[in-house]
C-alpha cells in the first residue's frame, strides 16, 4: 500500500499467494508486477509463474501468450 509500484515487492507477493491463497490472487499480484516492471530483474521467473498459474487456472490462451513471450524475451533459455 505504501508504494504499489515496488514490481520485486508484488513478485514475492504472488509467489506467497500461490501458497497461502488462492491461485487468482497470485496471478493477479504476478500480473502487476510485470505490468509495472515487464524488466524486472527475475522476469524469466514472473513470466514462467504467469504461465504455470494460467495453466493451473485453465486459461490455455493466456498459457500461450505467457510462453510465447518468454520465447520471445529469452530465446535461449530452458524455461
Do not use: M
Not at 4 to 28: C, E, I, M
Amino acid at each position: 500500500r505504501l508504494d504499489p509500484g515496488q514490481a520485486d515487492a508484488w513478485r514475492w507477493l504472488s509467489h506467497y499467494y500461490v501458497n497461502f491463497r488462492t491461485l487468482t490472487d497470485a496471478k493477479l499480484a504476478a500480473r502487476r508486477a510485470y505490468d509495472t516492471d515487464p524488466f524486472l530483474t527475475d522476469a524469466v521467473g514472473l513470466l514462467d509463474a504467469l504461465s504455470s498459474i494460467s495453466f493451473e487456472l485453465g486459461q490455455f490462451e493466456d498459457v500461450r501468450r505467457y510462453c510465447a513471450e518468454l520465447q520471445r524475451r529469452f530465446p535461449t533459455n530452458p524455461r
